[in-house]
Structure formats: C-alpha cells, structure tokens
C-alpha cells in the first residue's frame, strides 16, 4: 500500500466506501462478513474508510464504528451529515442550523462509537445555503476535538472558495471516475491550488469500469444501477469503447481493467484518493492492489489521449437516484 495527504491528514492511496454494506447496491452481506472485509481491507494496509448518516439511515455508521473499534485511533474515518432531516431528527431550528448539525455530529459519534471523526462532510450543500455558517460551525467542532477537519460533497468552486476562507477545507468528496471527469474542469484544479484532498466517490462508476458486467446484468432492491443512465442497457452499450481501451492496456500490463481505472486518476493528481465499495475477498485484493500499479508518463498520457475520443453516454445523478424513494435530491447546482 502506498500513502498520501489530503491536507494534512495521510490516507491509504485507496480508501474504502462502506456504503454498499447496507445502502445503494441492492443485497447486502451479513454483518459478519461486513466486519471481516473491512477488517481485511485494514489488514491490506488501508486506512481510510468512509460511511455516511445517510446509509441505511444510521445502520451503516453503527456497522463501521463496530468494525474498526479495535483499530480505531490508526485509521481515518470519515462521515458525513445531509442538510435535510433524516428520521427522528426533527427540531425547529431545521437540519441545516448550529443546532441540527451538533445533533446530528453528536449522534454519529455514538454510533461510530468514537470521540472524534477525522474528516466530516458536509453531504450536500444545497445552492441557497450559507456555507460560511456550516464553515463557522466546523471550525467550533474542530476546537472542541469532536472534528479533525471537514469537507464538502459535490461542492461547486464558488462553495469551496466562500466556506474555505472561513475554515480550511481538507477534502472534497465528489463523484470522480474515467466516466465522470466534470470536475477536472474546476473543483479539481482548485483542490490543487488550495491544497485540499480530493476523495473520489463512485470511481469505478458503479462497478462498470471493471468490465465484469453487460447490458444483460440484473439489479435488484435499492441498487442504483437500476435507475442511474450510465447502466442503461443501450449506453452500457454504446460505452464499450471505453472498455475496449481498458482491457487493451490491461492485458497490456498484465493487470485489470478495474485496476487501470483507479491507477490513472492515481497518477493524474497525487492529491486524489479513490474509495470504491467493494464486498468480495477479490475486489478488495484488485483495487486496494491499484494502489501499487505504476503507469509511466507514456502509458499515462497515451491512455488519457484515448479516454479523450471517447464520448461517455449516461451518468448517475441525485435526480434518477431520487426514484428510488432512499436518498431526497437536493438542489447543488452540480
Ligand atoms: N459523497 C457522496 O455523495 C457519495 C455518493 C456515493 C458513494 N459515496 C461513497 O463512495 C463509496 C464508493 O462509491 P460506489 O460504491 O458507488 O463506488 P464504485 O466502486 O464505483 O461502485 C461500487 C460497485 O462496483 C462494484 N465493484 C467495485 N470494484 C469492483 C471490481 N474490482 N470488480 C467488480 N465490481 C466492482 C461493487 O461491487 P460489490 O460491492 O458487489 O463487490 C459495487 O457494486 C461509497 O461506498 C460511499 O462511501 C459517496
């Protein structure tokens, strides 16, 4: 495994989603295999593992903060807080007050069963927010020790600029993969310039850019594959180009698809950590293995030349994920 900073604060090179452990892609494991694929993802050297009070709701925390209690204080946790109530949450000051946000920090803590989260994100930040006040916020949680540093989640350059001035930003939680590079035009080159981490979310794009699944591929339950464009059986088709790139340079280099994938944004900016879910013994071994792969600048720049003719049909928005009646859309402007 090799190591690198989002701000100031060192990670695993890839880190691991927990989400898919009980939200987002249909079935899930039992809590025992849950607890010994995180604890073989920290046995491969990973360090950062990030959950959400969203997933499930709440159950995904409680999950994670049992999994790593033994290894707590050597690892990186993160969790996120959204901007609208979740069940039970109810005051009357709204979610997204001083008051709805303590709540919500104070009880993931209980449930991760932790003092402290290194890294707390703000889940999404809606158009017509202050993001100053959440800024203010975090920089009192901070002081207090409850937080080590915050970010923001699919976040736009004027949010980042406006809540970074106010309280450093340490990481930038948003969708990045080979399928969804929209941030490369500007929240990534800021990150770079303002010296904040970026973590990529969904960067196997759902599981596509691995080449293990077809048009044909069923989703069941609360998978989002069942609703995202990207999986869409005529863009699954038409995106096979993209594939064919992959398992070209794969077969290349004696290495995965899915490795690939992870090994460019990798060497792209040293600043980006990936943390694809994964819920088998042999996605665990191949992209945590990712973090090993060295591309030359030659077999970097040539994959990049290729990935740029490439037009990418379909993608995964709040919107379409909405229908699944598990998350509420939230209005970001991204
Ligand atoms: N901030 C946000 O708004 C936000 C949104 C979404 C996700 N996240 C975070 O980001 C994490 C990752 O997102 P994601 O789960 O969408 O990432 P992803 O890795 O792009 O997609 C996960 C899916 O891809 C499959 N997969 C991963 N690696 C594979 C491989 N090597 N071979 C075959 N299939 C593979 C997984 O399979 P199996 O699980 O079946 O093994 C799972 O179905 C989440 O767990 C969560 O922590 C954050």
Same mark, same amino acid.
């Given at each position: 495994?090799?190591?690198?900073?989002?701000?100031?604060?060192?990670?695993?090179?890839?880190?691991?989603?927990?989400?898919?452990?009980?939200?987002?892609?249909?079935?899930?494991?039992?809590?025992?295999?849950?607890?010994?694929?995180?604890?073989?993802?920290?046995?491969?050297?990973?360090?950062?593992?990030?959950?959400?009070?969203?997933?499930?709701?709440?159950?995904?925390?409680?999950?994670?903060?049992?999994?790593?209690?033994?290894?707590?204080?050597?690892?990186?946790?993160?969790?996120?807080?959204?901007?609208?109530?979740?069940?039970?949450?109810?005051?009357?000051?709204?979610?997204?007050?001083?008051?709805?946000?303590?709540?919500?920090?104070?009880?993931?803590?209980?449930?991760?069963?932790?003092?402290?989260?290194?890294?707390?994100?703000?889940?999404?930040?809606?158009?017509?927010?202050?993001?100053?006040?959440?800024?203010?916020?975090?920089?009192?949680?901070?002081?207090?020790?409850?937080?080590?540093?915050?970010?923001?989640?699919?976040?736009?350059?004027?949010?980042?600029?406006?809540?970074? @001035?106010?309280?450093?930003?340490?990481?930038?939680?948003?969708?990045?993969?080979?399928?969804? &590079? +929209?941030? %490369? $035009?500007? !929240?990534?080159?800021?990150?770079?310039?303002?010296?904040?981490?970026?973590?990529?979310?969904?960067?196997?794009?759902?599981?596509?850019?691995?080449?293990?699944?077809?048009?044909?591929?069923?989703?069941?339950?609360?998978?989002?594959?069942?609703?995202?464009?990207?999986?869409?059986?005529?863009?699954?088709?038409?995106?096979?180009?993209?594939?064919?790139?992959?398992?070209?340079?794969?077969?290349?280099?004696?290495?995965?698809?899915?490795?690939?994938?992870? @090994?460019?944004?990798?060497?792209?900016?040293?600043?980006?950590?990936?943390?694809?879910?994964? &819920? +088998?013994? %042999? $996605?665990? !071994?191949?992209?945590?293995?990712?973090?090993?792969?060295?591309?030359?600048?030659?077999?970097?720049?040539?994959?990049?030349?290729?990935?740029?003719?490439?037009?990418?049909?379909?993608?995964?928005?709040?919107?379409?994920?909405?229908?699944?009646?598990?998350?509420?859309?939230?209005?970001?402007?991204?």
């Amino acid at each position: 495994m090799k190591y690198r900073k989002l701000r100031d604060i060192e990670v695993s090179a890839v880190g691991l989603g927990c989400m898919g452990f009980s939200h987002g892609y249909g079935a899930i494991p039992t809590e025992d295999e849950s607890i010994r694929l995180i604890h073989k993802s920290y046995d491969l050297g990973c360090t950062l593992f990030d959950t959400a009070e969203a997933y499930g709701p709440f159950v995904n925390e409680e999950l994670v903060g049992k999994a790593v209690k033994p290894f707590r204080d050597k690892i990186i946790l993160t969790t996120k807080f959204v901007p609208v109530f979740q069940e039970g949450q109810e005051i009357p000051e709204g979610k997204l007050s001083k008051k709805g946000v303590t709540n919500a920090l104070n009880d993931s803590l209980k449930r991760l069963q932790t003092d402290y989260i290194d890294i707390y994100y703000e889940h999404r930040v809606p158009l017509d927010s202050r993001v100053e006040d959440v800024a203010e916020w975090m920089s009192e949680f901070i002081k207090e020790g409850k937080i080590r540093a915050w970010g923001q989640s699919q976040s736009t350059v004027e949010q980042i600029k406006k809540a970074h @001035a106010v309280c450093p930003i340490s990481a930038i939680q948003s969708e990045y993969s080979m399928m969804e &590079r +929209k941030f %490369e $035009r500007d !929240v990534i080159p800021l990150c770079k310039e303002l010296n904040i981490g970026f973590v990529a979310f969904s960067p196997m794009a759902g599981g596509f850019l691995s080449g293990k699944y077809n048009k044909n591929t069923e989703y069941k339950g609360d998978d989002v594959r069942r609703v995202i464009t990207r999986f869409n059986p005529e863009n699954v088709e038409k995106n096979q180009p993209l594939l064919d790139l992959l398992h070209t340079v794969a077969d290349k280099k004696g290495i995965t698809p899915a490795q690939i994938s992870l @090994a460019w944004m990798l060497h792209k900016n040293d600043f980006v950590v990936p943390i694809p879910g994964m &819920r +088998k013994d %042999e $996605r665990v !071994v191949e992209n945590l293995g990712s973090a090993d792969v060295v591309l030359t600048d030659e077999e970097f720049n040539n994959i990049e030349t290729e990935l740029n003719k490439i037009t990418i049909y379909g993608n995964r928005t709040d919107e379409d994920i909405h229908k699944l009646g598990t998350v509420h859309a939230i209005e970001t402007g991204k």
